[in-house]
């Protein structure tokens, strides 16, 4: 069975502190994708990787940064967390179009 | 990049066809359509794509305009466990997916 795993369903951090949300798959994708999911917003691309140590932002970079050191791990990175990043993360990975597998999601909470 | 347009919400009795539609004006020749759907509490799941012909598969048909200005999912007998929120997504060349807000379809006993 193809997975898409990430580190934690539910975090709590404080404002300011550096935050690392950890996504790994097991099919050997080449691309994969970091989003936030807020009500009345939908999905939003933060950023993406296409291979190892590349990245494109996606529509809402701005916040976050990301790191790709190996094929199989996408990691995000809120340098200093702040209240209205509170939402729910979803990493994502695909090896093209048509089909990207999802994980669970990581419910953030940023106080 | 291309966006689509969907209704926010959608109503369906238990057993009887559904059809989500899904606008896409400023589709480009490359771009594949594609629906995914959210259960609760779960990440996206893929549900079918196309380019420019209808397509099936176990879980639903795919209708696209002859224009490909809009697309129409069908889920030939809702369920019970059909009941979530579905996504008409364009894919560029990069590989990338963009999401919108979605269908949030309810499935009536």
């Known amino acids: 069975d193809v997975k898409v795993t990430q580190s934690s369903r539910y975090l709590v951090k404080r404002t300011g502190e550096k935050v690392f949300l950890e996504c790994v798959q097991d099919m050997d994708h080449e691309n994969m994708f970091w989003y936030r999911q807020d009500p009345g917003l939908g999905l939003r691309l933060i950023y993406f990787s296409y291979d190892v140590k590349m990245k494109e932002k996606g529509d809402i970079p701005e916040g976050y940064s990301v790191s790709r050191e190996k094929k199989e791990r996408f990691s995000l990175i809120l340098e200093s967390a702040s209240t209205n990043q509170t939402s729910m993360y979803l990493c994502a990975s695909s090896r093209g179009p048509p089909e990207a597998f999802f994980g669970q999601g990581t419910r953030l909470t940023v106080v | 990049d291309a966006k689509t347009t969907q209704p926010n919400s959608m109503e369906s009795n238990e057993e009887e066809p559904v059809h989500l539609p899904c606008n896409h004006s400023t589709i480009s020749g490359t771009d594949y359509i594609h629906w995914y759907r959210q259960l609760p509490s779960q990440g996206p799941e893929y549900v079918i794509h196309?380019?420019?012909s209808n397509v099936n598969n176990r879980m639903a048909s795919l209708a696209i305009a002859e224009d490909r200005k809009s697309s129409t999912l069908i889920l030939h007998r809702a369920t019970l466990r059909d009941a979530a929120v579905y996504y008409c997504?364009?894919?560029?060349?990069?590989?990338?997916?963009?999401f919108g807000t979605g269908t949030s379809l309810t499935v009536i006993p």
């Open positions: 196309g380019l420019t």
């Open positions: 997504i364009l894919s560029n060349t990069g590989n990338q997916f963009y």
